[in-house]
């Protein structure tokens, strides 16, 4: 059964600092997925990375994928009080659209 | 703005009552998958439908149900409610079976009393 944990859990940092939230996942995918969410609401997606090595950046956020490990690892650079959200990593195990997600990193950036 | 709109925005039912959700997917997408997330988890995958079909089908129970339809829309119906299947309910769409990217919907928010 394939499992992804994430950790931390809860990250709480200040502005300007740099951080990362890691993915760890228990069987052979080479199809993962960041996604952002912010209370209430639906989940937004940010990186799809596709392939071993893959790495994606988009503003602060830069996300790169191991398959071999079977890590991703979401980094945070100079955060800013705009990132403060919940961020959940997914793995697609089969190919097939159907998504394990881990328990989700709530970020919370102090000014 | 995902494109994939999902109906009712928050509904409260009371234990054993039936539900049923609705989702329109986004134009040119023939596949919907339907997640399950309870407050403070991360969404758990319920089933997936193709082509009409259900297309795999996560740990639920047969009370949970699905459709879907020739334009690609599709409902989730919740027999017998348990106070446990008070969630936000989302909805997502892909192509082609998936195996791509997932557009998710804003979400239902049941609660069951």
């Known amino acids: 059964e394939l499992k992804v944990e994430q950790n931390p859990l809860f990250l709480s940092m200040q502005e300007g600092k740099n951080y990362t939230i890691y993915c760890n996942y228990s069987?052979?995918?080479?199809?993962l997925y960041w996604y952002r969410q912010d209370p209430g609401k639906s989940l937004e997606s940010l990186f799809v990375l596709l392939s071993n090595g893959a790495v994606k950046q988009e503003g602060r956020l830069m996300a790169s994928l191991d398959t071999k490990a079977r890590l991703s690892t979401l980094h945070i650079t100079a955060a800013v009080h705009d990132l403060s959200a919940t961020y959940f990593c997914?793995?697609?195990?089969?190919?097939?659209?159907?998504?394990?997600f881990g328990q989700g990193t709530t970020l919370q950036v102090k000014p | 703005e995902t494109g994939v709109t999902q109906s009712p925005t928050h509904l409260i039912k009371t234990r054993g009552q039936q539900v049923t959700l609705r989702c329109s997917s986004q134009?040119?997408?023939?596949?919907v998958s339907w997640y399950q997330q309870a407050l403070g988890q991360g969404p758990q995958f319920i089933f997936q439908?193709?082509?009409?079909?259900?297309?795999g089908r996560g740990n639920f129970p047969p009370r949970f149900s699905g459709l879907q339809f020739p334009n690609y829309s599709s409902e989730l119906n919740v027999n017998a409610l348990e106070l446990d299947d008070s969630a936000l309910y989302l909805c997502a769409s892909s192509r082609t079976g998936g195996g791509g990217e997932l557009f998710f919907g804003e979400g239902s928010r049941l609660t069951v009393l």
């Open positions: 439908y193709y082509r009409e079909e259900e297309n």
């Open positions: 134009s040119g997408h023939n596949t």
């Open positions: 997914a793995v697609d195990g089969s190919n097939t659209g159907k998504l394990i």
């Open positions: 069987t052979t995918s080479d199809r």
